[in-house]
Nanobody, 123 residues
Framework: QAQLVESGGGLGQPGGSLRLSCVAS????????LGWFRQAPGKERELVAA????????YYSDSVKGRFMISRDNAKNTVYLQMNNLKSDDTAVYSC????????????????WGQGTQVTVSS
């Protein structure tokens, strides 16, 4: 059974950093594109970063470009989201997701989801 489990959320300071991790199991996730979504209260879910299975042609939303960095370790079935220069607008539940193939670039749809981890940015 496919499972994605996030960790690393919590309280971050404005201008500070947090690193999220997501461990995938139950599928050959090294062949999947992986992404990080976030959803803040009252807002739509947003894809903030994604990394294809080969690790090339990364995607970042305009809201996090230049501040966040996505990476993956296929040997560990893990995807990371390094979040730097945090802002209060980054406060949200962050979820990792997996997609087989690249159709997510057109549809935004992923096949498997984690439960999410809360990130709160506040002084």
């Amino acid at each position: 059974q496919a499972q994605l489990v996030e960790s690393g959320g919590g309280l971050g300071q404005p201008g500070g950093s947090l690193r999220l991790s997501c461990v995938a199991s139950g599928r050959a996730f090294s062949s999947y594109d992986l992404g990080w979504f976030r959803q803040a209260p009252g807002k739509e879910r947003e894809l903030v970063a994604a990394i294809p299975w080969r690790g090339e042609d990364l995607y970042y939303s305009d809201s996090v470009k230049g501040r966040f960095m996505i990476s993956r370790d296929n040997a560990k079935n893990t995807v990371y989201l390094q979040m730097n220069n945090l802002k209060s607008d980054d406060t949200a539940v962050y979820s990792c997701a997996a997609a087989y193939g690249s159709s997510w670039r057109q549809t935004g749809k992923f096949d498997y989801w984690g439960q999410g981890t809360q990130v709160t940015v506040s002084s």
